[in-house]
Nanobody, 124 residues
Framework: QVQLVESGGGLVQAGGSLRLSCAAS????????MGWFRQAPGKEREFVAA????????DYADSVKGRFTISRDNAKNTEYLQMNSLKREDTAVYYC?????????????????WGQGTQVTVSS
């Protein structure tokens, strides 16, 4: 089992940057594919990015490709999401999630563990 705690959210102007972190408890962080999802008010939770266990393969939603970068530091049990060129439509609660196994997925129901979420608000 793993517990996840996000940090780094906040208020930023459009065009700005934020870096989210997700700290994981336990000694099995390397066993998990890690993902980021977001949920805006009145909308369903959507996939943002995912990174495989070794960190050598990442997947991005088209809406963030080229602007966001997912990474992980297995020695620190931490996942990151660097968000650049932020847009108003990026405003949402951002969640990190963990999925046991080798492959990556864009489906929220395949991730067994979730953080509490961190708010990102982009103003114009």
């Amino acid at each position: 089992q793993v517990q996840l705690v996000e940090s780094g959210g906040g208020l930023v102007q459009a065009g700005g940057s934020l870096r989210l972190s997700c700290a994981a408890s336990g000694r099995t962080f390397m066993s998990y594919t890690m993902g980021w999802f977001r949920q805006a008010p009145g909308k369903e939770r959507e996939f943002v990015a995912a990174i495989r266990r070794s960190g050598d393969s990442a997947d991005y939603a088209d809406s963030v490709k080229g602007r966001f970068t997912i990474s992980r530091d297995n020695a620190k049990n931490t996942e990151y999401l660097q968000m650049n060129s932020l847009k108003r439509e990026d405003t949402a609660v951002y969640y990190c999630a963990a999925m046991l196994g080798l492959r990556s997925s864009r489906r929220p129901n395949e991730y067994a563990y979730w953080g509490q979420g961190t708010q990102v608000t982009v103003s114009s």
